[in-house]
């Protein structure tokens, strides 16, 4: 097994089992050739368990109860606080009077509050740890059957071994990596591991390699089988080659085990802001004990009991509870819109993603596969996709729609356009069939229609279709939108209906839905188009059929006539409908039913060169085409129940069916999620779409989204992306919207390029393979619906609808939150600065006694800034959030203009309290009255600060003021009423906050100094509004920090990882 002297394997080195023989494996195992039939024995199991471990995935380290509380009071800010507590507890203790030892030892209570709480948030907001491995671990198998001794066992899976024999039937989910020695019909769902909706087929052949044996996706690697998959058909027996971590399952646990959790920017420049915060607090308190012992002559003690008071005031004690309200609310109305945050910063890197990368399936489209359009051999009819209603007007006539080869096309010969289009039948880059099975593989000449599947495809007619000039249909001059009426819908989509046998989901819906999605494609828009699919199918049953197989690609049944169905033509015959791939319907064409209709009259010869153009132009928009067909018989040539063979369709001597149009199929966009990725390039965020589905079927979807431009107006495939070097692989990363057939580690690959050139990256994805690119990526998004449990776990965020303009939605909230999380620090910090600087200046300008008692500082630290910082941190969006560019990697928190704000903000809010303080003194009031002013003083000319903070370009002096935000109102009310009450009750205000009652003219002074901050704080605005007239999204006025890419390697693991082909 490799192993290295720590124990753990050399995964660069690992042997590839898969490539080698049956007797090359049980040699590097070490175990005897007939290790199948005897197993292990008991003594060389337990050795091997002592030498690789249990069968089980590693566990990150915990992190204890201790070193969470250590990680959030062990800064500079928190050390203050408790140096306070303590000083107020020795004086509590060393305190002659009573209402000094009440005092002080209401101060440390508040103090040790505080620290409590905001510990407690702290761990809180953190409590989404990491689960994603413990969701790994719940796919794991409890117990095998095992060969031990020569006999069959049941062991816990833990006990499994490296050179076990492992015993598989239906059911079982697979213990272990296994190289497969015995199969029958065995098959295994590996969708959780690879991605593949469609189990896979097992065999015991080593499989030959080209080069790196390693290069072989998982997906291709048939011989073996991995654990946590699950066994859908047949039995087989193993050797256990890998368990524990060193399994695939294992190499996905270390790959989201072990990234690091990293702050926000927001909450790094929030702990930044904290250090530079205790340092000015520091030399503020240092002056203001110098202030209080030389100048006002207070002892040395009280003097460090005024600087105390000075520092607490300016601790922003509420600042933590403030982010996480402000985070809690985004996440709130977040989910409201469908979009679950599993980690509250994640919020706040939302609003600086610049790139999204999102899956295809479900995400962009419907992932339901859906008609789009009908062709006869006149006339186009385009279905509203978008259908709510059953009605035949959801089928148009627009002969203009689809009349013309995509661009890209128009050139290549029509056999190109086919086997390149989402038509052809391929096999994946793993090998396999694709799971369309009526794929397009031969030749459409009637002379090779029952030979074996040529790779060939038959061109029109030089005639029908020059090969130096741009193939396309002309447009008949047929009136636009001209609906049919539900009979002729019953008549032309009657084949798909009856030669199915798919059950449509209630209301048309897929709840319920069983069969093939392209097949319910049919019976889907029938029903939208006012017909009783039910009905049709009751009212003509099948009298035998032809099934479905993927050797001859079409599907035959046997009906009596109908009229309503059938026209009165045929009701002396039996009717034949057949619908297949084109290319094996074509060649047995006689006729073509003119537009449609199939009365005997309107027969006419089939004009192969028109079908195979039709064909061509359908497949280059990337589309799936079906052939409905159909024949009849004389009665009594088919028995009721009769067995019917392919040959029933083929092998009549001459062509005998008529061709009655061809459906065109794709799984179309969402239509909300067009509009989303409008809004999402006006935001200035590129979109880019990452899928399984071949080329053509990208870029068409791609251009229905408004993916496909000049700019962009190509697509990548997986497999060039593994042939790119690094540097070609960022210029890809950067050039291409469009990224088809790409794998999960193309994923991995696409982020880490992305994150290299600078860019802030959002990913979707929802299966067990995804999980590591869904960590790898700055804002990682699962899918609530289709997701797995470990791609929910690895993801910051889940859409609970599975809708990329849910994460759009997020994004304009990502944006609001940095805005709001600005505005908590406008209103927040003069508040906390006003507090502790009154003090300083109330001193040096001549004050006997600090003008603001220790506890009203608390007071207003924990009420009056956590109330008035919530009014900004529920601050709806403010017009053109989604008109400017992402926020720039690296752009400060606090920049210069908003630095500016604050000062402005600090320095009226100081004036206006020592200024009242220095006024009500001079009128007589006493030390409590002036305390009881500079307090209410304060309190209320925030309110003013606030007001203003709330709009960061636009006048607060306008009734935007009084509307979107009904918080700021209710927040205002409390405020005032608290301050009433603090004021004017007997008891609490003179022995707890040392203030008294006011009179009518110090409210007149409060209220003016309230309108004297507003007016204030909002000339700055205005001049600055008038000196720049850049948008408030971009108002810092400074160069931003320069920020290094991200280029950190792909961790080893996932060079090897997933390499499978996501599913179309």
């Known amino acids: ?125 953190e409590g989404s740890a990491e689960k994603a491995a413990e969701a790994l671990k719940g796919m794991l198998s409890s117990d095998a059957l095992l060969v031990r001794d020569g006999k069959d066992v049941k062991v816990p899976a833990a006990n499994i071994v490296p050179g076990d024999i492992v015993k598989l039937n239906l059911g079982d989910r697979v213990p272990a990596d296994l190289r497969m020695l015995e199969v029958s019909n065995l098959s295994a769902l590996e969708a959780a591991l690879t991605g593949e909706a469609v189990p896979i087929d097992k065999t015991t052949d080593a499989i030959e390699a080209s080069g790196d044996p390693q290069a072989i996706p998982l997906g291709d690697r048939h011989n073996m089988c991995f654990s946590a998959t699950l066994v859908s058909q047949g039995t087989a027996i193993g050797l256990v080659i890998a368990t524990g971590d060193e399994t695939e399952i294992g190499t996905i646990n270390a790959l989201v085990s072990k990234v690091e959790k990293k702050k926000t920017n927001v909450l790094e420049q929030i702990d930044t802001v904290s250090k530079w915060l205790a340092f000015f607090i520091s030399i503020t308190a240092l002056c203001t004990w110098l202030v209080a012992f030389f100048i006002t002559d207070e002892s040395g003690i009280d003097a460090l009991t005024t600087a105390l008071v000075c520092a607490v005031a300016m601790i922003p004690e509420g600042l933590e509870a403030i982010v996480t309200m402000t985070y809690a609310w985004a996440v709130s109305n977040m989910a409201k819109q469908n979009a679950i945050i599993r980690a509250l910063p994640a919020v706040e890197t939302l609003g600086s993603v610049t790139t999204i990368c999102s899956d295809k399936t479900g995400t962009l489209t419907k992932n339901e596969m859906t008609l789009t359009a009908f062709v006869t051999s006149e006339k186009r009819y385009r279905f509203d996709v978008d259908a709510s209603e059953r009605k035949p007007e959801n089928f148009v006539v627009n002969n203009a729609y689809l009349h013309e080869r995509a661009d890209h096309t128009k050139y290549l010969k029509a056999s190109e356009v086919i086997k390149k289009g989402p038509s052809a039948q391929r096999k994946s880059r793993r090998g396999r069939k694709s799971s369309f099975g009526f794929g397009i593989t031969q030749s459409m000449h009637p002379a090779t229609a029952n030979e074996g599947a040529e790779e060939k495809v038959d061109e029109p007619s030089p005639d029908a279709a020059a090969e130096d000039t741009p193939a396309e249909t002309e447009a008949k001059d047929e009136p636009a939108g001209e ?52 009905g049709v199918k009751e009212s003509a049953p099948v009298i035998a059929e032809v099934p479905f197989s993927s050797e001859y690609k079409f599907m035959a049944t046997v009906h009596a006539p109908l009229e309503e169905n059938d026209t009165s033509d045929y009701m002396d015959k039996l009717i034949v409908h057949v619908k297949g791939a084109p290319d094996r319907m074509i060649p047995l064409c006689k006729y073509q039913a003119k537009n449609g209709s199939f009365l005997s009259s309107d027969l006419e010869p089939c004009n192969k060169d028109y079908w195979i153009e039709q064909i061509a132009i359908l497949s280059s928009h990337g589309l799936r085409v079906l052939a409905l067909c159909r024949g009849s018989l004389e009665k009594g040539a088919v028995q009721q129940g009769e067995q019917l063979g392919p040959e029933f369709v083929q092998e009549r001597g001459e062509p005998w069916l008529t061709i009655v149009g061809l459906c065109a199929i794709m799984d179309p ?159 927040n910090t003069p508040i906390n600065n006003a507090q502790g600087m009154s003090v300083l200046f109330g001193l040096l300008l001549g004050l006997d006694e600090a003008p603001l008692s220790a506890i009203q500082v608390l007071y207003c630290n924990l009420i009056c800034a956590v109330t008035l910082g919530f009014v900004c941190a529920v601050e709806p969006a403010e017009d053109g959030i989604m008109e400017q560019p992402p926020r720039r990697v690296g752009k400060k928190l606090i920049g210069r203009f908003l630095l500016l704000r604050i000062v402005i903000g600090t320095i009226v809010l100081v004036a206006v309290t020592v200024g009242s303080v220095f006024w009500t003194k001079d009128m007589g009031y006493t030390l409590e009255e002036t305390r009881s002013q500079a307090l209410n003083t304060l309190s209320f000319g925030a309110i003013g600060i606030t007001m203003s903070a709330r709009f960061a370009r636009k006048s607060a002096f306008h009734m935007r003021t009084f509307v979107g935000n009904p918080i700021a109102w209710y927040s205002y009310a409390v405020m005032a009423a608290l301050q009433v009450f603090i004021t004017y009750t007997p008891g609490l205000n003179d022995a707890i906050f040392t203030m008294d009652a006011m009179d009518g003219k110090q409210w007149g002074i409060v209220a003016l100094f309230m309108v004297v901050v507003l007016i204030v704080m909002e000339a700055e605005k205005s001049i600055r509004g008038m000196i720049t007239d850049r948008k408030y999204y971009e108002e810092d006025w400074e160069e931003e920090d320069a920020i290094e890419p991200d280029t950190t390697p792909l961790p080893e693991e996932a060079k090897r990882f997933g390499r499978n082909e996501l599913p179309h």
């Open 1 to 125: 097994m490799g192993e290295e002297d720590d124990g753990a394997v050399d995964r660069s080195t690992v042997y590839p089992w898969h490539a080698h023989s049956k007797e090359e494996c049980f040699a590097e195992l070490g175990v005897a050739e007939d290790i199948a039939k005897t197993g292990l024995t008991s003594a060389d199991a337990d050795a091997r368990l002592e030498k690789y471990g249990e069968n089980k995935l590693s566990e990150k380290e915990q992190v204890t109860l201790l070193q969470k509380i250590w990680a959030q009071v062990g800064n500079v800010l928190v050390g203050i606080l408790v140096f306070v507590a303590v000083v107020s507890a020795a004086r509590a203790i060393a305190a002659d009077n009573s209402e000094d030892v009440v005092t002080n030892w209401i101060q440390v209570a508040i103090i040790t509050l505080v620290i409590v709480l905001n510990t407690t948030i702290g761990i809180v907001q």
């Open 483 to 534: 609906s049919p009426d539900s009979a002729f819908v019953r008549k032309v989509l009657g084949g798909g209906i009856l030669c199915s046998k798919c059950t449509l989901g209630e209301n048309g819906g897929r709840k319920g839905e069983i069969g093939n999605p392209t097949e319910l494609a049919i019976l889907r828009a029938a029903y939208f188009g006012d017909v009783d699919v039910t």
């Open 669 to 827: 966009p969402r239509p909300e999620c067009i509009d989303a990725i409008r809004i999402a390039h006006g935001a200035g965020v590129r979109v880019a779409m990452i899928t399984g589905d071949h080329r053509d079927t990208a870029l068409a979807i791609g251009g229905m989204l408004g993916l496909v431009d000049k700019e962009h107006s190509e697509a990548v495939t997986g497999p060039e992306l593994d042939a790119m070097s690094d540097d070609e692989l960022k210029v890809a990363a950067m050039k291409y919207n469009v990224f088809a057939r790409a794998s999960p580690q193309n994923k991995i690959k696409i982020v880490k390029a992305l994150q290299s050139e600078g860019e802030v990256c959002g990913m979707t994805g929802d299966g067990v393979n995804d999980a590591p690119a869904l960590k790898a990526a700055d804002m990682g998004v699962a899918m609530g619906k289709e997701g797995t449990d470990v791609a929910r776990e690895a993801a910051e965020m889940i859409l609970a609808d599975d809708n990329f303009a849910t994460i759009v939605s997020a994004v304009r909230e990502g944006r609001v939150v940095w805005d709001d999380l600005r505005k908590v620090l406008l209103v």
